[in-house]
């Protein structure tokens, strides 16, 4: 058991959240959820050990074991995988050759009747204890077997890690966590790096494998199936529902509606107490009652509502120009680099309207297609743009493409036409740009805060072929749905790279897998394709079980 007790964070004199208390028990999966800037990964850093709170403590058994994974991690090292993912043993492996060398001196020493014996003595039952209660363990294995799971092939094992991309090494982290089998993981936005069958693989891990898990994700479908409990982090203070997430927004909207209620009978009362106030003061026969209703509201603790609910707000694409009947034929495109095959004969068209994802594991080509339709690369075969064709273009990077001079506003200013302009600060409202951040030059925001604005910059331009690639990583599950919603009446032609699969849910109808060389058409839904998939993977791997490959 592992308690949080009356933890406080302040910066600049702003309360961050204070008087935090909950108790994560063995087998607890929480997510931990609230709007962006609530204090959701300031608080897993401190139960991580890597940030002070102002006051309060963390109290965990001596030998509670505590991993944590953060957004953003991993300088490079000349360590092959194999040997970064093996670190998770080091301190296994260091207390075995201590063991050895400790083992090594009580057979060479004579001075048996020494204290210094007979420290090395008790040295080594308390290591031998030690790695008893780690039982037997194939490192070698468990480390094969981990990488497989997160998506490495074995080729891969050799490689160096400064050779793999930002997102393969997160999974690299992920890995050393999960070898380590710790008592609680700390996970904030795991999901972002990986693809749909790597996901699906950790959702099986620590639901089936792992102790205790605390979670913050964007991911509405990964933490529904994982978590079965909620604590919300709000106007600095938390919310413990013992639920999974979807039944959390039942009890959150009902705790909201109470609280607007109170807050509606707090207000009345308080101007009703006013009015009298000033219409007797002054007056002899009334003064004790004024007095003493001054003083009431003195004291009074004012309500409060939790957390405004713009998810009301909507987005609305400007009317697409008119493009040809096909926006994109592609005929046999083939593309290598460094003469390894890429994808080939990749033969598909799509339709004016057509909403589709790409769908596979990370590096099979999916962004390698984006930028042959962009015409950023060469390739094989024929690549042909309809008529009037007008692409929209949001890329993993786009954040970083952002003019740092401008503000907020004059960014989304800039490439607002028409009406909607009118609607600028509801739309920045829309996606957690208050009024305080509207003068922020860009150069000051975080990433999550650039790649907000950079896709409604692009949401605002008039375009008929909107390309997305994993655009949902830095949003929270309520900017989300506004985009997605927005999506849904886009009148123009959609192509989503994704691995979110709740967004892609009822948004697309046509799957076009990239795997194994090839690209796959499939006329269904995300859900038809995923049930359909597994079933696939699993023959693929020769009748083994998930739990198997385990």
Request: aromatic share 8%; glycine share 8%.
């Amino acid at each position: 058991m592992i308690s949080i007790d009356g933890l406080a964070v302040e910066f600049s004199g702003t309360t961050l959240f204070k008087d935090i208390n909950f108790v994560v028990n063995d087998k607890d999966r929480i997510a931990l959820m609230g709007k962006n800037g609530a204090g959701k990964s300031t608080l897993l850093k401190i139960m991580a050990g890597v940030q002070t709170p102002t006051s309060g403590k963390i109290s965990a058994p001596k030998d509670a074991v505590i991993a944590y994974l953060p957004q953003h991690l991993m300088t490079e090292n000349k360590r092959t995988l194999f040997e970064e993912a093996s670190q998770a043993f080091a301190e296994i492996l260091n207390m075995q050759t201590l063991l050895g060398d400790l083992n090594h001196q009580l057979t060479i020493r004579t001075d048996y009747e020494s204290d210094e014996y007979s420290k090395i003595i008790e040295q080594v039952s308390e290591l031998s204890e030690k790695l008893y209660s780690q039982g037997e363990i194939n490192f070698d294995a468990e480390v094969e077997k981990i990488l497989l799971g997160l998506g490495f092939g074995r080729a891969d094992f050799q490689r160096p890690t400064s050779e793999f991309s930002g997102g393969w090494r997160m999974r690299v982290e992920l890995a050393k966590i999960l070898l380590k089998k710790p008592d609680l993981i700390l996970l904030d936005e795991p999901t972002n790096h990986l693809d749909i069958e790597s996901v699906q693989w950790l959702e099986y891990f620590l639901v089936n494998e792992a102790k205790a898990v605390i979670v913050i994700s964007h991911d509405r479908t990964f933490v529904d199936n994982i978590t079965t409990r909620t604590i919300e982090v709000t106007m600095g203070r938390i919310y413990d529902y013992k639920v999974n997430y979807s039944k959390y927004l039942e009890l959150r909207k009902e705790r909201r509606e109470q609280q607007q209620k109170a807050f509606g009978e707090q207000q009345k009362m308080i101007a009703e107490t006013e009015l009298f106030i000033e219409r007797f003061r002054g007056t002899y026969s009334k003064t004790l009652q004024v007095q003493s209703r001054v003083k009431m509201l003195e004291k009074l603790e004012l309500l409060e509502v939790d957390e405004v609910d713009s998810s009301h707000l909507r987005l609305r694409f400007s009317p697409s120009p008119r493009s040809g009947n096909y926006p994109v034929i592609a005929d046999q495109i083939e593309k290598s680099y460094d003469g390894k095959l890429i994808f080939s004969d990749a033969t598909f068209t799509i339709h004016r309207g057509d909403k589709v994802a790409f769908v596979g594991k990370n590096g099979e080509g999916k962004t390698t297609m984006v930028k042959a339709i962009m015409g950023e690369i060469e390739h094989g075969g024929t690549l042909t743009l309809g008529h009037n064709s007008m692409i929209g273009y949001f890329s993993q990077n786009e954040a970083s493409l952002l003019d740092e001079k401008l503000t907020v506003f004059q960014t989304i200013d800039d490439v607002a036409k028409g009406e909607i302009r009118t609607k600028i600060k509801d739309i920045l409202g829309a996606f957690m740009f208050g009024g305080d951040d509207w003068d922020k030059f860009v150069s000051v925001l975080s990433g999550g805060e650039r790649t907000r604005l950079a896709m409604i910059k692009l949401l605002l331009e008039p375009v008929n072929l909107l390309i997305l690639d994993e655009p949902t990583n830095h949003l929270d599950i309520r900017t989300k749905d506004i985009l997605k919603q927005a999506l849904l009446e886009f009148d123009g032609t959609l192509i989503l790279v994704s691995h979110d699969r709740d967004f892609l849910d009822g948004l697309v109808h046509k799957i076009y897998e990239f795997g194994n060389k090839r690209v796959k058409e499939h006329e269904e839904t995300i859900k038809g394709f995923l049930e359909r998939k597994k079933m696939e993977h699993l023959r693929e791997l020769e009748g083994k079980t998930v739990k198997q490959l385990l």
